[in-house]
């Protein structure tokens, strides 16, 4: 895709000065900006030692895109008044990615270790610029900078399985990650629903399996499946030839191409394309979407000729790919048709395997040793662990931290990309007034505010932690403005996240730095979400009573509030302090800028009192550390969940809930209610069942009620409260119980521990 450019007839612009102060980002190590300015204009040439012939594709590439912001032509190595310097030099103190820039009024120099280094200290001077100011003065501010990236690998990542984009949507990604710093693009070009790269010894995988009938009209969960007779036409592959050409674009831009090639499962459209390669060897037709009923999505894991297969796609990756890393997926597999595959147990007999699980580790570090043999290493999600990890593999933790914590302790280098706070497919404002997405709410403060080394680490196993990545599924995105919108401007949060030293960042220096590329992003014809003026309303209990804290994101904003279900005005309560709750009501909540509200809709959470509102909860199994909603007492908040999977609710990973509350005097009570959370593709299940007990003094317990699940566990999604009413008896403590699930036979998790998702307990 073309970056679009906005004109304006009626501009008559002479001079262009360059944005007010230095907003780069990332912020670097150390800047000092002087009076004073370098002006870029006719009588400025790019010099460089033409020994260093590497500088020359640097040179180029400022020269390339000081022509496309101003239309000025620098000339290279030329006797000119002013000079831009380009320098390798031996600075060991900044390392291979780091630069020092100093501008004067008659030189900028940029010097670095390596061509990198230059190329980030270029994209630094490109962001004081102005994105487009054509035939007029461009000025950079006098300055002098060292910097250099605190982590290594920073990366983002794009789902082309789903959606095929295209080569021009692609380098537009990678353009965007450069001008931040990025310096690693995860491209994954195998899934189900498509296969997105030419192999020439196997060519049924793009001519069948890079194709789909095509339902985009529908939300992707509720797709049927093909039927035999319909035309596929949605979908579309990369030759090798122009992967080989984006590979040479990305390079110039400091970017290396990791590529996944999913196995041993999310691969349905191979199976499309070679029923063979399934456990069944039954043929079916292209998943259109996420229904996957009677379609296998896995290799047989006891077939050797499923080996022979990938080696041989393996070696035409490895062939076009550079990057030593490749990425071989390994999440989510539906292990249901292992365990029924005679070729599979068999291959567990034979090897002396445990389980499906030792097949699966079978499976990696089989495939690992191929790779190792072609000099390359593999990356695997965090299921790479089940059964074994194999021994040179890193692991990409997505599903929260825990795996990478655990490779990590295992000297295993990690990459962090858990699906909170970096999963670019979630919500990131509203989600009133935005574009569908998959669910959950990743905002930019929250990505801004992640630490991807987690505080379980000690010293030693906090430096197998490389970095982090964000994560664009695209289930719900489906054009290249989509793409824009849904990593702009939180990629700009990640860069700064991984370059900028943990001491130097700044949430508020962040967002007046961020203004000037608001300003950008808008020249440039680019989409972008300028921010979530949702309010966070966040209940607290303070000596048994309930309390609300409203927040926004928003720098300078206010916020106005009613607690009567009618909708905020200037002329409403205006939030100062926190608010207390003594009664059931409706609280809404607006975001005002400059005098006006903003936000599609105002923020509103019911508050529902009863008798164990602010009452102290215990747990006997721990809440999950990714799903604590708002602290210990989110039971008894008042608060019930709502159908987003990150707010108000406590999650449980195969343990069962069991919560006391102590009422703190002895009490009439009549009914106990508990909220309940499904979302079968979340691997969240209602419990088996939820056990209502009483107790006078906290140590005998006396049962009250069981109430059994009813739902079907195969329900998309549903909320449900288990309630028990009963007659009046007196209890000072109450405990509730709900018994997890297993994931169910079909489910891409089948047999493995669920998720229980709990929200209010209310005791009447």
């Known amino acids: 895709m073309k970056i679009r450019i906005l004109f304006f007839l009626n501009l008559a612009v002479t001079v262009c000065l360059a944005q007010i102060g230095v907003s780069i980002i990332p912020q670097p190590v150390i800047m000092k900006v002087n009076s004073g300015n370098f002006i870029i204009d006719a009588h400025t040439a790019i010099q460089f030692n033409s020994n260093q012939k590497e500088l020359k594709s640097a040179a180029d590439f400022l020269t390339t895109n000081v022509k496309n912001i101003s239309g000025y032509s620098l000339q290279i190595n030329v006797a000119k008044q002013k000079v831009i310097q380009l320098m390798i030099v031996e600075m060991p103190q900044i390392g291979d990615e780091g630069y020092q820039m100093d501008v004067t009024t008659t030189s900028v120099t940029i010097k670095a270790n390596t061509k990198s280094g230059i190329i980030y200290g270029i994209q630094s001077l490109l962001q004081t610029l102005p994105a487009i100011c054509t035939n007029v003065t461009l000025q950079v ?337 489906t054009t290249a403005e989509h793409v824009e919108y849904m990593v702009l401007p939180r990629m700009l949060a990640l860069a700064e996240v991984l370059w900028t030293q943990k001491e130097n960042k700044s949430w508020e220096n962040f967002n007046e730095r961020l203004q000037s590329h608001f300003k950008a992003f808008g020249q440039k014809g680019l989409h972008f979400s300028s921010g979530n003026f949702t309010v966070s309303i966040k209940p607290t209990s303070q000596n048994a009573k309930l309390f609300v804290n409203l927040s926004t994101e928003i720098m300078n904003a206010q916020i106005y509030y009613t607690t009567d279900g009618t909708e905020p005005t200037l002329s409403s309560n205006k939030y100062t302090d926190p608010i207390e709750i003594n009664l059931s009501l409706l609280l809404k909540a607006s975001t005002v800028v400059n005098g006006r509200i903003m936000g599609a809709q105002a923020a509103r959470q019911n508050f529902v009192l009863h008798k164990a509102i602010g009452k102290t909860v215990t747990y006997t199994n721990p809440v999950s550390k990714y799903y604590p909603a708002d602290g210990p007492n989110s039971l008894t908040d008042g608060v019930k969940g709502t159908d987003a999977v990150g707010k108000h609710w406590h999650g449980f990973s195969g343990n069962d809930l069991i919560a006391n509350i102590d009422l703190g005097e002895e009490k009439n009570i009549q009914s106990i209610g508990l909220g309940c959370l499904q979302n079968y593709n979340d691997w969240i299940f209602l419990p088996q069942s939820v056990l209502f007990e009483s107790s006078i003094d906290g140590i005998i317990f006396t049962e009250i009620k069981t109430i059994p699940n009813t739902l079907d566990i195969k329900q998309k999604k549903a909320m449900f409260e288990f309630k028990a009413d009963f007659p009046i008896l007196s209890a000072r403590y109450v405990r509730v119980s709900a018994k997890n699930n297993l994931c169910p036979v079909g489910h891409s998790g089948a047999g493995k521990p669920g998720w229980i998702f709990v929200d209010e307990i209310v005791v009447e």
């Open 141 to 477: 501010p006098c300055m002098n900078i060292t910097d250099y990236p605190r982590f290594k690998y920073r990366g983002m990542h794009i789902d082309e399985s789903r959606h095929f984009f295209g080569p021009d949507v692609v380098k537009e990604y990678i353009n965007l990650m450069a001008s931040y710093k990025m310096n690693t693009f995860h491209w994954h070009l195998v899934d189900d629903q498509g296969w997105r790269i030419e192999i020439k010894k196997y060519p049924k995988l793009t001519s069948v399996g890079a194709w789909r009938v095509d339902h985009n009209d529908k939300v992707w969960g509720s797709r049927p499946q093909a039927k035999p007779g319909e035309e596929a036409t949605y979908g579309g592959y990369y030759s090798q030839e122009q992967i080989k050409e984006i590979i040479k674009y990305a390079a110039e831009r400091n970017i290396t191409i990791i590529p996944e090639i999913e196995m041993p499962g999310h691969v349905a459209s191979a199976i499309a394309s070679y029923p063979a390669l399934s456990c069944t060897q039954k043929p079916q037709l292209p998943l259109t979407g996420g229904n996957y009923t009677d379609m296998s999505s896995n290799y047989c894991a006891g077939n050797d000729s499923v080996f022979t297969f990938l080696e041989k796609v393996l070696t035409e990756v490895i062939e076009l790919f550079p990057s030593k890393y490749i990425h071989i997926g390994g999440d989510e597999v539906d292990k249901g048709p292992w365990k029924v595959c005679p070729k599979c147990q068999a291959k567990i007999k034979t090897d002396h395997l445990v389980n499906e699980e030792g097949l699966q580790s079978y499976f990696i570090k089989r495939i690992e040793k191929f790779m190792k043999s072609k000099n390359r290493k593999i990356i695997g999600w965090d299921e790479i662990l089940e059964g074994g990890l194999a021994p040179e593999a890193t692991v990409m933790s997505w599903r929260g931290e825990a795996g990478g914590i655990e490779a990590a302790k295992a000297q295993h280098d990690v990459i962090m990309t858990p699906g909170s706070p970096v999963y670019f497919d979630h919500y990131q404002a509203g989600p009133e007034g935005e574009p569908l997405a998959i669910g959950g709410m990743n905002t930019l403060k929250k990505v801004y505010d992640y630490e991807p080394i987690p505080k379980e680490l000690n010293a030693i196993e906090a430096k197998y932690i490389l970095g982090a990545q964000a994560n664009l599924w695209t289930e719900y995105v």
